[in-house]
């Protein structure tokens, strides 16, 4: 949090994604499986969850959705942990 890499991540993830919904959950999932190569699954929950989750529920509000909590862990959550399935 110190480094304002979150803030960063959630301007570039609403820059490419341009208002798409559906542009900006697979850009979610892509940088999900890159923040998770490498971590444990405690860490990477903890890394995507605080980077990636809001970003999720902040681009679902501003257009108009309300999108469970749950939903959003459990999505950024599953490809953080399909990166350790990635061949090296």
Same mark, same amino acid.
């Given at each position: 949090?110190?480094?304002? =890499?979150?803030?960063? @991540? /959630?301007?570039? &993830?609403?820059? +490419?994604?341009?208002?798409?919904? %559906?542009?900006?959950?697979?850009?979610?999932?892509?940088?999900?499986?890159?923040?998770?190569?490498?971590?444990?699954?405690?860490?990477?929950?903890?890394? =995507?969850?605080?980077? @990636? /989750?809001?970003? &999720?529920?902040? +681009?679902?509000?501003?257009?108009? %959705?309300?999108?469970?909590?749950?939903?959003?862990?459990?999505?950024?959550?599953?490809?953080?942990?399909?990166?350790?399935?990635?061949?090296?």
């Amino acid at each position: 949090s110190l480094t304002g =890499v979150g803030l960063v @991540l /959630a301007d570039l &993830v609403e820059m +490419l994604s341009m208002g798409d919904l %559906l542009v900006m959950l697979m850009l979610v999932a892509v940088f999900s499986l890159i923040l998770g190569m490498g971590l444990p699954t405690t860490a990477n929950y903890i890394v =995507v969850s605080s980077l @990636l /989750a809001p970003v &999720v529920v902040a +681009l679902g509000q501003q257009n108009g %959705l309300l999108v469970p909590l749950i939903a959003v862990h459990l999505f950024v959550f599953y490809p953080g942990i399909l990166a350790a399935v990635t061949p090296p």
